[in-house]
């Protein structure tokens, strides 16, 4: 069964260090997805991405975040001066479609990789 | 706005009790729900969905899911637990762009 892979699975970085999370959606999937868990709370929403842009971002998803997909099946998250209050646990996620207004689809998301700051 | 809540952060039941897990949603439009379930460790996996039609759905594991429109509610039930269902689970709502609101999750213990 086709699956979202992230890697690394745990990460752990000195503040102010720049992090690349990455990702490889399933392979006919077109919209891509980043959210966050920072640890006990809900999942979060940062940014969707679709035809080599951004779709949407959250507030959340300040200069300090990029995301692009470099060659065609990766997808990543960079975080370049990272915080302690980036620690969370980040999943990608990908679908065919990017809402139900195009049909009944769903995101299938990765196992998350696990940021920690130091 | 657009919201999803879960009232009940932890909830403990018996092996082979029944289980209900609670979601309300708030949402302009027709919302489409899902119920994802995440093991220690692991990503979220898909329970169900609820996009028109049938108001109560089946999904995998032997869950089922109500809408109710009136109430706001998309709950979550399981007639007999069992230990492996320990795990947490969100409800979610998803936008027009593919979004997904999460709710803040409910954790699930089973007792032997």
């Known amino acids: 069964e086709p699956e979202v892979t992230q890697t690394p699975s745990h990460q752990v970085t000195q503040m102010g260090q720049e992090v690349i999370l990455r990702c490889v959606p399933i392979s006919n999937h077109l919209y891509f997805y980043w959210y966050r868990q920072i640890l006990g709370q809900k999942v979060e929403f940062l940014v969707s991405?679709?035809?080599?842009?951004?779709?949407?971002k959250s507030e959340i998803f300040d200069d300090q975040f990029s995301v692009e997909r470099p060659d065609g099946s990766n997808f990543t998250l960079k975080i370049r001066s990272t915080k302690l209050e980036d620690s969370a646990m980040y999943f990608c996620?990908?679908?065919?479609?990017?809402?139900?207004?195009?049909?009944?689809?769903?995101?299938?998301f990765g196992q998350g990789t696990r940021l920690t700051v130091v | 706005a657009q919201s999803v809540t879960q009232p009940d952060i932890h909830i403990t039941v018996s092996e082979g009790a029944s289980l209900e897990l609670r979601c309300n949603y708030s949402y302009g439009a027709t919302p489409y729900l899902f119920w994802y379930v995440q093991s220690p460790g692991q990503g979220l996996q898909l329970l169900l969905k609820y996009f028109s039609g049938d108001t109560l759905v089946q999904g995998i594991k032997g869950f089922e899911a109500e809408f109710k429109r009136s109430q706001s509610s998309f709950n979550l039930r399981k007639p007999s637990v069992h230990w492996s269902d320990a795990a947490e689970y969100f409800c979610?709502?998803?936008?027009?762009?593919?979004?997904?609101?999460f709710g803040q999750g409910t954790e699930l213990s089973v007792k032997p």
């Open positions: 991405f679709y035809n080599n842009e951004i779709s949407e």
């Open positions: 979610a709502v998803v936008t027009l762009g593919g979004k997904l609101i």
């Open positions: 996620a990908s679908s065919i479609q990017p809402g139900p207004q195009a049909g009944n689809t769903e995101a299938f």
